[in-house]
C-alpha cells in the first residue's frame, strides 16, 4: 500500500500470524519495522528488494508473539527499539512466556527509546504521533501518521485485545480505545496486530465490545 507518500508493506508471521508491518517513507526510503514478530530473514529480504532502509523497530508490546525477530533485524539493521516502559517486564521475560505455549525465540536486545503518551518520532519526512492504551498489555501503544493508525493488539476488526493475560484490564482497554482511537476521524486506516484491517468509523459503529452500541 502506497499513499502520500507513506509506503506500508504488511506480513503476516510466526505461527500466531502476527501483522508484522514494514512502513517507510517514499522519498527517502528510510523505514520502521512495527512488530518483528519472526521471520526475520523474511522481513529484512523484503526491505532490500524495495531498497527500504529500516532505521526503527517498534514493539507496540512485550509479547512473545511480537518481539521474537527484534534481535535478527536490530542485529543487521542497526535499528534503535522503542517500547513503552509499562511492557519492559514483558519484553525481558518474553522467551519464558514463549515456553509456556510450546514456542521458542530469540529473545530481545534491550530497547533504545521508551515510549509515552504523546511522543513523536519520524521515518524520514513522516512524523509519527504515540497513544498509550492499556489493557491488553501495561504498556500498549498506538502509532498515527498519514491516517495510517498501527494498534497492535488493542483493537481488531469487530473484537478487541484479550485482556485475561498478565496485566490486562478490560476496563482500561475500552477506556484508552474510546478516548484516544475514537477522537481520531472516521476514515482512519487501522492495521490491527492480527486479521485484517478496519476503519475507525467502523468500529465506533459496529465493535460489539467498544462500539457506540454497547
Same mark, same amino acid.
Given at each position: 500500500?502506497?499513499?502520500?507518500?507513506?509506503?506500508?508493506?504488511?506480513?503476516?508471521?510466526?505461527?500466531?500470524?502476527?501483522?508484522?508491518?514494514?512502513?517507510?517513507?517514499?522519498?527517502?526510503?528510510?523505514?520502521?519495522?512495527?512488530?518483528?514478530?519472526?521471520?526475520? !530473514?523474511?522481513?529484512?529480504?523484503?526491505?532490500?528488494?524495495?531498497?527500504?532502509?529500516?532505521?526503527?523497530?517498534?514493539?507496540?508490546?512485550?509479547?512473545?508473539?511480537?518481539?521474537?525477530?527484534?534481535?535478527?533485524?536490530?542485529?543487521?539493521?542497526?535499528?534503535?527499539?522503542?517500547?513503552?516502559?509499562? @511492557?519492559?517486564?514483558?519484553?525481558?521475560?518474553?522467551?519464558?512466556?514463549?515456553?509456556?505455549?510450546?514456542?521458542?525465540?530469540?529473545?530481545?536486545?534491550?530497547?533504545?527509546?521508551?515510549?509515552?503518551?504523546? @511522543?513523536?518520532?519520524?521515518?524520514?519526512?513522516?512524523?509519527?504521533?504515540?497513544?498509550?492504551?492499556?489493557?491488553?498489555?501495561?504498556?500498549?501503544?498506538?502509532?498515527?501518521?498519514?491516517?495510517?493508525?498501527?494498534?497492535?493488539?488493542?483493537?481488531?476488526?469487530?473484537?478487541?485485545?484479550?485482556?485475561?493475560?498478565?496485566?490486562?484490564?478490560?476496563?482500561?482497554?475500552?477506556?484508552?480505545?474510546?478516548?484516544?482511537?475514537?477522537? !481520531?476521524?472516521?476514515?482512519?486506516?487501522?492495521?490491527?496486530?492480527?486479521?485484517?484491517?478496519?476503519?475507525?468509523?467502523?468500529?465506533?459503529?459496529?465493535?460489539?465490545?467498544?462500539?457506540?452500541?454497547?
Amino acid at each position: 500500500m502506497m499513499t502520500d507518500r507513506l509506503v506500508i508493506h504488511q506480513l503476516s508471521v510466526g505461527p500466531l500470524q502476527v501483522n508484522c508491518f514494514l512502513v517507510a517513507c517514499q522519498k527517502t526510503r528510510e523505514a520502521m519495522v512495527v512488530d518483528p514478530g519472526e521471520e526475520g !530473514l523474511r522481513i529484512l529480504q523484503l526491505a532490500k528488494s524495495e531498497g527500504l532502509e529500516i532505521h526503527k523497530v517498534v514493539n507496540t508490546h512485550g509479547h512473545f508473539d511480537h518481539i521474537g525477530a527484534n534481535q535478527q533485524v536490530i542485529e543487521s539493521t542497526g535499528a534503535a527499539l522503542m517500547l513503552h516502559a509499562a @511492557d519492559l517486564p514483558l519484553l525481558q521475560n518474553a522467551r519464558n512466556h514463549a515456553e509456556v505455549y510450546g514456542l521458542k525465540i530469540v529473545p530481545s536486545p534491550a530497547p533504545d527509546r521508551l515510549l509515552e503518551q504523546g @511522543d513523536t518520532f519520524e521515518v524520514g519526512e513522516h512524523s509519527f504521533s504515540v497513544f498509550h492504551v492499556p489493557g491488553h498489555s501495561p504498556g500498549g501503544i498506538c502509532l498515527l501518521s498519514a491516517g495510517h493508525l498501527f494498534v497492535g493488539d488493542v483493537l481488531f476488526a469487530g473484537s478487541i485485545g484479550r485482556t485475561d493475560l498478565p496485566g490486562g484490564d478490560f476496563d482500561a482497554l475500552v477506556e484508552g480505545v474510546r478516548e484516544h482511537l475514537f477522537s !481520531l476521524p472516521d476514515e482512519t486506516i487501522v492495521h490491527p496486530g492480527h486479521g485484517p484491517d478496519t476503519t475507525i468509523g467502523h468500529e465506533r459503529r459496529t465493535n460489539p465490545f467498544v462500539g457506540d452500541g454497547v
